[in-house]
């Protein structure tokens, strides 16, 4: 296969507890297409009725879309000491929600986000084995390890683990789940199992046989350098924010290069960033639909809130289409709980300054600018034309799609680029295979020798 | 204390040891539905599943049977002695969001070594303790139910608002085994509280049963018998502050139609001599033809001793499909069993209205 044929994979986040799906207003554009009717208002859908999730699957299957993906969140968030109140909230659990998913699709995978700081192996390796049988070899699990004291409040083990444990844990985890998957003979039945680990001491035999995959795929959504050589040495799938062209290939390169020391081929981990997209029939047209969709995502208030995250104080004085605030932020503060933060507060704080200096931004306008994630931004040729580039680049492998709608954000992707990266020869016209590898082109586990 | 005859309630298990596909759920959950029976059970254990009879998580079955079906409820058991809390209550909120008011779920204890060795997080307890802490875990499962109150989304444009936080509450659960803080992250299911049911066969049962359950399922082989533990049930629900019609007492029986009488209105009327026989481990076993077991149920309704029957086919294919047409059928043409849905919820079903939200009211009555 030429590397202009390199094939992409997509899949479908559903958009859940954020402040970037909007609520407030109907979107412009593809509501004006003949026949197709007008998101209600305020209430574009729901975040939690079975119908809106429904209606995603289908819409990600009719794309033919390597798989579903829901996020995970045990706490709800909260600032400055109160339930944070601005951001869409609510969400189901996500591997309950995924197997009656399974009763309304064929060929999705079905991934689930599972935080391996608050769960036990052999529980979460049932759930999950139970969710492979159940769709017919559908499941794939996207290991997170984020974890704080502030979370564990609603759990029996409480407390929290460090930072570095985090991984030990995740790792010794994931490495028990796959004990117990394999512990079943193909004749169908269980082995005893023993693992004693550092975190795990149990035994027994596992309640389930072997899945339809074997294994659930795995996935692992982190950026750090643990996170990175996690998923090189445990992961088929590295789900990054990283989408930009140059960020993406360094991203790529790096993470690629970290596999030959567990043995892997380049081809055994797919990374697929997070993106966001907004099409137009014309590229003004898209920039200026893309415009409308970040101020409703960013009001005045999430403005404030949002620099508030980062500088970790009460700036509630301040006028969202002011000047930055000239006081440093405070990296210890605890004002933000249950929100995951990236990077160091005075380092982003430098950085946000010196863009609103430079291009003279209001604090509104900075976040805007600051925080949007990499988006596809054009018309359906120019999204396609992107998209390839991407994985021809060595950018990545595919991307998660995450829509700003819900449930109707993936429509027009469906509709008007799916085909068009067909005529490339980027993606496939029909399923292959019936399982999520097959779909990924893993092999199945035991087979790798 | 007796309570007048009402409604016949009917459910029953589709457990499937040594099944792994959802064909075979979603094909007995339609027949149980054809037969407008008040709701399904699935049986569940982290136990060792002895050679060719391993089993997939319950409420996973039911999820994936839920769209498939549209009325019937939904009832796995769900274990509380390795499990948390928190997420119990997560995953059985969203059963009854991706069902849409259908969700239910048996408490059910681990109460063996075995079982405490696959997780390792502490050693088997006794029952008695493992009871309490289930009743625990009830209780802090609710609390996170009501902690969203049922208009807690606001989407209010004017303020950028989703959600009007004073809506939402803290449950602050303090037991003697784990606390939880709250509140959920699932929003309020559409039931308010799904269903919550008990196999109240064994006494060490009983008093989480009287306390927390809807429904309660016992063990017993005479009306006589039954009508004494649900009294005793009911006398110690209302010890516990709630009304003894809270309690749906179903009579455990295990069903086997195999070679009985044919389907009713085809041959003579049978008149056989109707007795279950006592089972160690297990319900009560019923052997007989379908119209036989119509002839028990009636029996037994009749007496008032229950309010119905939670069956469980020894063959699940063959024996609900001839329970669904044959005993269904019969209790049907004598008036004794609905013949359609008149609700679409599993507390409509049982005739058990929707709660209020206990933080709702309380932040009604400090106003
Ligand atoms: C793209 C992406 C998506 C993530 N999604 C979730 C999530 O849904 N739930 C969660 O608890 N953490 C999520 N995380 C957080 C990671 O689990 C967190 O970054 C991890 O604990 C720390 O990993 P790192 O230090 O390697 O970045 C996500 C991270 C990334 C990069």
Not at chain 1, 80 to 89: E, F, K, P
Not at chain 1, 426 to 438: E, H, K, N, S
Not at chain 2, 11 to 22: E, S, V
């Amino acid at each position: 296969m030429s590397r202009q044929h390199q094939q992409i994979h997509l899949a479908a986040h559903f958009p859940g507890v954020n402040n970037t799906t909007v609520w407030t207003v109907p979107p412009a554009g593809p509501t004006t297409t003949p026949g197709r009717c007008a998101p209600r208002s305020p209430a574009l859908g729901s975040q939690i009725d079975f119908d809106s999730f429904a209606h995603l699957a289908r819409t990600a299957e009719r794309g033919l879309f390597d798989f579903f993906f829901l996020a995970e969140g045990l706490r709800l968030r909260e600032h400055n000491g109160r339930i944070h109140d601005l951001d869409v909230v609510g969400r189901p659990e996500s591997i309950t929600v995924l197997n009656a998913l399974a009763a309304v699709t064929e060929r999705l995978g079905l991934a689930a986000t599972v935080n391996a700081t608050f769960n036990e192996p052999y529980e979460l390796a049932r759930r999950l084995a139970s969710l492979d049988h159940l769709s017919g070899g559908r499941a794939a699990w996207n290991v997170v390890t984020s974890s704080d004291a502030f979370t564990g409040e609603n759990f029996r083990r409480g407390g929290f683990l460090d930072r570095a444990d985090r991984y030990t844990r995740a790792a010794e985890f994931v490495a028990t789940a796959r004990e117990l998957w394999d512990s079943w003979t193909p004749d169908g039945t269980p082995r005893p199992f023993a693992h004693t680990g550092r975190h795990f001491t149990i035994d027994g035999e596992f309640g389930v046989p072997r899945s339809p995959q074997g294994h659930p795929v795995v996935i692992q959504a982190g950026d750090s350098d643990e996170g990175r050589e996690f998923a090189a040495s445990a992961a088929d799938i590295i789900f990054t924010r990283h989408g930009s062209l140059e960020a993406g290939r360094a991203f790529y390169a790096d993470v690629k290069r970290r596999l030959a020391r567990y043995g892997r081929a380049p081809e055994e981990l797919k990374i697929m960033p997070g993106v966001t997209l907004v099409l137009g029939d014309t590229a003004a047209d898209a920039q200026e639909k893309a415009a409308e969709i970040r101020l409703q995502q960013v009001s005045p208030q999430t403005a404030l809130l949002t620099l508030e995250q980062i500088w970790g104080v009460d700036l509630s004085g301040y006028d969202p289409d002011g000047p930055l605030p000239d006081i440093d932020p405070d990296p210890d503060s605890q004002l933000t709980q249950g929100r995951v933060r990236h990077g160091d507060p005075l380092a982003v704080a430098a950085k946000w300054r010196a863009l609103s200096e430079e291009k003279g931004l209001s604090i509104r306008q900075t976040v805007i600018e600051a925080n949007g994630r990499q988006s596809f931004i054009g018309t359906p040729e120019a999204v396609a034309a992107q998209m390839a580039e991407f994985v021809a680049a060595d950018a990545a492998d595919g991307f998660i799609l995450v829509p700003h709608l819900t449930p109707g954000g993936l429509d027009d992707f469906v509709d008007r680029v799916v085909p068009l990266l067909q005529e490339r020869g980027v993606f496939r016209t029909a399923y292959t295979g019936t399982t999520l590898r097959d779909h990924l082109g893993l092999p199945f586990p035991g087979e790798r020798g | 204390m007796s309570v007048p005859t009402g409604t016949l309630h009917l459910a029953a298990a589709i457990d499937g040891d040594g099944r792994y596909q959802a064909p075979y759920y979603v094909e007995l959950a339609r027949l149980a539905e054809e037969g407008m029976l008040d709701f399904i059970t699935l049986d569940d254990t982290f136990g060792p599943p002895g050679p060719g009879r391993g089993r997939l998580d319950a409420l996973a079955a039911l999820a994936r049977v839920a769209p498939a079906t549209g009325r019937i409820g939904l009832v796995p058991t769900v274990t509380t002695t390795h499990t948390e809390p928190f997420h119990v209550s997560s995953a059985v909120a969203t059963l009854d969001w991706v069902s849409r008011g259908r969700a239910g779920w048996r408490v059910e204890v681990s109460a063996t070594e075995a079982e405490a060795r696959l997780v390792g997080r502490r050693p088997a307890a006794p029952a008695g303790e493992l009871w309490a802490e289930a009743g625990e875990v009830a209780d802090v499962v609710a609390r996170l139910w009501d902690s969203w109150e049922d208009d807690a989304e606001i989407r209010d444009t004017a303020t950028g608002r989703f959600i009007d936080r004073d809506k939402l509450h803290y449950v602050d659960f303090e037991g003697a085994h784990f606390s939880v803080r709250g509140p959920a992250i699932v929003p309020r299911p559409p039931q308010g509280h799904p269903v919550v049911a008990v196999a109240a066969t064994d006494p060490v049962t009983w008093q989480t049963a009287a306390r927390h359950a809807d429904v309660v399922y016992l063990r017993a082989t005479s009306p006589e018998e039954a009508g004494r533990i649900r009294d005793e049930l009911r006398r110690r629900a209302v010890a516990h502050g709630r009304e003894a019609r809270a309690l749906t007492v179903l009579a455990s029986v295990a069903v086997d139609l195999a070679d009985g009488e044919g389907a009713p209105g085809t041959g003579p009327a049978v008149n056989a001599p109707v007795a279950l026989t006592d089972t160690p481990g297990g319900p009560p076993l019923y052997r007989g033809g379908p119209a036989g077991l119509a002839e028990l149920i009636t029996g037994w309704h009749t007496a008032d001793a229950v309010d119905g029957f939670h069956i469980t086919p020894v063959a699940p294919r063959h024996d609900l499909e001839r329970f669904v047409n044959g005993t269904v059928a019969l209790l049907q043409h004598r008036g004794l069993f609905r013949t359609f849905y008149p609700g679409a919820t599993l507390r409509g079903h049982l005739g058990l209205s929707r709660p209020a939200s206990r933080y709702a009211l309380e932040r009604e009555a400090a106003r």
